[in-house]
């Protein structure tokens, strides 16, 4: 009994892995069009922008949109479209932020500067808040051209305008 249970069960599992086989196999057309259609899929699919994940191209991400994506792309290849073709099909249906690397053109120009442009007001807010802080900390301010009031090139605490030591709050020079 326990021999033909085990017979049953290694016939089934015999009968799913070929059929998996079968049905992973394209029907009419060798390995090596497959490997090269596969190939062609990959290859285009990395030009595409996963447009959920938006930071992934369509070959990396696991998305639905992104699968659907790919499923088109392998669609239109097979059916002996050009990656030209499809490329400019995915464009026309969602715009050129679809590309992973869009054209520099008019519309597209916010895509190219706008990283930089937030890069540098970031930049310049980082510095507005530490020089701020610097000052409110009594620090003083280092920065070239900044020689106090009259201090002649020399630090404002140094020497008074007649080069002579600030005198204490008591009335008394200091040495």
């Keep these: 009994m326990r021999d033909r249970v085990i017979s049953g069960l290694l016939a089934a599992w015999l009968a799913c892995g070929a059929t998996a086989f079968a049905l992973a196999a394209p029907i009419g057309t060798s390995d090596a069009q497959a490997l090269t259609l596969d190939e062609r899929v990959n290859q285009l699919a990395s030009e595409l922008r996963c447009l959920v994940c938006q930071n992934q191209t369509v070959a990396d991400s696991h998305?639905?949109?992104a699968v659907q994506l790919k499923q088109e792309v392998r669609k239109q290849l097979a059916a002996g479209a050009s990656a030209d073709e499809v490329r400019d099909f995915m464009v026309q249906r969602y715009g050129d932020f679809v590309l992973y690397r869009p054209p520099i053109k008019a519309s597209t120009l916010a895509l190219w500067i706008g990283p930089v442009v937030i890069l540098l007001c970031g930049l310049i807010?980082?510095?507005i808040v530490l020089r701020k802080r610097r000052l409110l900390s009594g620090e003083p301010d280092d920065e070239p051209g900044d020689f106090g009031d009259e201090g002649g090139g020399q630090h404002?605490?140094?020497?008074?305008?007649?080069?002579?030591?600030?005198?204490?709050a008591d009335g008394h020079m200091t040495a």
């Design 156 to 168: 404002r605490h140094d020497h008074n305008a007649a080069g002579d030591p600030p005198a204490r």
């Design 125 to 127: 807010g980082l510095a």
């Design 63 to 65: 998305a639905p949109l």
